[in-house]
C-alpha cells in the first residue's frame, strides 16, 4: 500500500496550458515536500510545506498543503518545455517514522 | 553537481552475483539514505544511516546490507542478485537524520541484472 498517492500518473500537455497534480494520503504529514526528477538524475527539491492551508510559490509554480496536511497540491501555471520531468511529493509522518516517504509521481510531459 | 557522488553510474551483472555501490556525502552531511527507483514501485526508502549508525530501515531485502563508515561515506551490498533487483539505487545526504530534512541527491547507480 503507498502511504502517499500522487494522480495523475502521466500528464502531456501543450505549452502554455495550466496543470495540477496531486498528492494525497489517509495519514497526517508534519511536511511535505515536492521534488522534481529529470532522466538521468536525481530528485532535486523544489519547495517544503509545513503548516496546514499553507501557500507557497516559486515562479509559476503554486504548491498548497491542505488543511488537515494530509494532502497536497502542485499548479503549474502556462507550463513551458523545461517544466517536463518526474514531479514526487514526499513526506514524514509517525507511521514513516523518520524516513522520508515519496509517492510514485506525476510524469510530466510538455511540448512547444 | 549536487555534492553527492555515487559509483558505479552504471553496473551490469548477472544473476546470484554480489556488487557493492558506493556513496560519497555532501560535506558537512552527517546522515545517508539508500533508495532504491523501479517503473512500478516507484522510489523505495531502503535504510538511512546518521553518523555511522543505522537510523531507520525501510523495504530492504535481508540480502541487501549497507553501512556507514567513519569518514561518512557509505556502502550498500547486494548479494544473491535478481533479475527483479534491477533498477537505480538512490544515495541521498542530509545534514542530519531527523524528520523534514531536505534530501540532496546523487545521480544513482544503474544496475542491470541479466
Known amino acids: 500500500t503507498q502511504l502517499l498517492e500522487q494522480s495523475p500518473q502521466f500528464l502531456s500537455i501543450q505549452e502554455g496550458e495550466n496543470l495540477t497534480v496531486y498528492c494525497n494520503s489517509s495519514?497526517?504529514?508534519?511536511?511535505l515536500q515536492w521534488y522534481r526528477q529529470e532522466p538521468g538524475e536525481g530528485p532535486v527539491l523544489l519547495v517544503t510545506v509545513v503548516t496546514g492551508g499553507e501557500v507557497k510559490k516559486l515562479k509559476r509554480l503554486t504548491f498548497q498543503f491542505g488543511d488537515a496536511r494530509k494532502d497536497s497540491s502542485l499548479h503549474i501555471t502556462a507550463a513551458q518545455p523545461g517544466d517536463t520531468g518526474l514531479y514526487l511529493c514526499?513526506?514524514?509522518?509517525?507511521?514513516?517514522?523518520?524516513?522520508?516517504?515519496f509517492g510514485k509521481g506525476t510524469t510530466l510531459s510538455v511540448s512547444s | 553537481d549536487s555534492g553527492v557522488t555515487q559509483t558505479p553510474k552504471h553496473l551490469i551483472t548477472a544473476t546470484g552475483q554480489r556488487v557493492t555501490l558506493r556513496c560519497s556525502p555532501r560535506?558537512?552531511?552527517?546522515?545517508v539514505y539508500w533508495y532504491q527507483q523501479s517503473l512500478d514501485q516507484g522510489l523505495q526508502f531502503l535504510i538511512q544511516y546518521y553518523n555511522g549508525e543505522e537510523r531507520a530501515k525501510g523495504n530492504i531485502l535481508e540480502r541487501f546490507s549497507a553501512q556507514q563508515f567513519p569518514d561518512l561515506h557509505s556502502e550498500l551490498n547486494l548479494s544473491s542478485l535478481e533479475l527483479g533487483d534491477s533498477a537505480l539505487y538512490f544515495c541521498?545526504?542530509?545534514?542530519?537524520?531527523?524528520?523534514?530534512?531536505?534530501?540532496?541527491f546523487g545521480a544513482g547507480s544503474r544496475l542491470t541484472v541479466l
Open positions: 541521498a545526504s542530509s545534514v542530519t537524520g531527523a524528520g523534514a530534512n531536505v534530501l540532496t
Open positions: 514526499a513526506g514524514t509522518s509517525n507511521q514513516a517514522g523518520t524516513a522520508l516517504i
Open positions: 560535506s558537512g552531511d552527517l546522515s
Open positions: 495519514s497526517v504529514f508534519s511536511s
